[in-house]
């Protein structure tokens, strides 16, 4: 953290330029992934492990023809690979460095840098995002090899889902950090942030396929921003949404982004004024 805080001090009207400012921030972070590669590596494996086991399980416990929630088996194979790509990619877990952050008094002293703390931390995820990415392709090779033998329907790859995958991204993101400013508030903040996790892996399509939920699910599901993380640009890649769910969904994304913004704001100004980390 102090190589960020140097780089600054040697330059600065970086400060004027958010573009080079946080270019320089994804750098650091970046090599900051890599230092301890068994570790990320480690990351990668527990977000990848229920898309490499449960479609096994899936086709386990049906026959050779029978579809299972809606979907060929091919097009559960193309599922699951999908959802498994894209979430190395989307699904943040930042929350957790930055509750850490706030609990151990690290925050005050980002507080202190010329560097905006929320953007300072977009930075820092899309290095795990791309640092996992990275580390997940061998693995993602070894299931396509897996299942290779029942077959996949294939990917259909658009400017509207490239759209709506940095949308998914931006928004997990917005989510975490919210969900993190709840340790401005208390220090046992571990058990309300794994708590996010039973709606999120469920109604998010990470766990298994939202048509295979009961019709309760889908209805809270249709509420969430779930749905709109990994679900949606899963859907969009297989080719199974219309033009006009595509464009209600991309709205549907914006629209979430700007709430979670908007809430990130208000609870980072009212959780600073009354902020006492360790150490302060």
């Keep these: 953290m102090s190589s960020i805080a140097n780089a600054v001090e040697r330059n600065p009207k970086w400060a004027q330029f958010p573009v080079r400012k946080l270019f320089a921030l994804f750098s650091i972070y970046l090599k900051e992934c890599f230092a301890y590669p068994a570790a990320s590596f480690l990351w990668v494996l527990a977000d990848a492990q229920t898309a490499m086991i449960l479609p096994a399980v899936w086709l386990a416990t049906t026959g050779p023809n029978q579809p299972i929630a809606g979907m060929t088996h091919p097009e559960l194979i193309t599922y699951y690979i999908g959802s498994m790509i894209l979430s190395q ?3 943040c877990h930042l929350m957790w460095d930055i509750a850490w952050d706030i609990r151990e008094g690290d925050f005050a002293t980002h507080l202190l840098r010329p560097i905006n703390y929320f953007r300072m931390n977009l930075a820092r995820n899309f290095a795990w ?3 996992k990415l990275v580390l997940f392709l061998p693995m993602g090779l ?3 090899l897996i299942y290779r033998s029942v077959g996949m329907s294939g990917f259909q790859i658009s400017f509207a889902f490239i759209i709506s995958v940095v949308l998914a991204q931006m928004l997990s993101y917005v989510a975490a950090f ?7 508030w208390t220090t046992e903040f ?3 942030l794994r708590l996010y996790y039973l709606p999120e892996m469920f109604l998010s399509g990470r766990l298994i396929p939202l048509s295979a939920l009961p019709v309760w699910a889908l209805g809270i599901s249709r509420f969430t921003h779930f749905k ?3 679900y949606f640009p899963t859907q969009m890649l297989m080719g199974k949404l219309t033009d006009v769910e595509v464009r209600e969904g991309l709205l549907v994304q914006v629209a979430w982004i ?3 913004i908007l809430l990130g ?4 100004k009212r959780g600073t004024r009354q902020y006492s980390g360790f150490g302060n």
């Design 178 to 184: 919210c969900m993190a400013m709840t340790a401005l």
């Design 258 to 260: 700007v709430f979670f």
């Design 228 to 230: 709109y993380m990994i």
């Design 190 to 192: 571990m058990s309300t």
């Design 265 to 268: 704001k208000l609870l980072f």
């Design 129 to 131: 995002r791309v640092a």
């Design 142 to 144: 070894l299931v396509w």
């Design 89 to 91: 990619f989307i699904t």
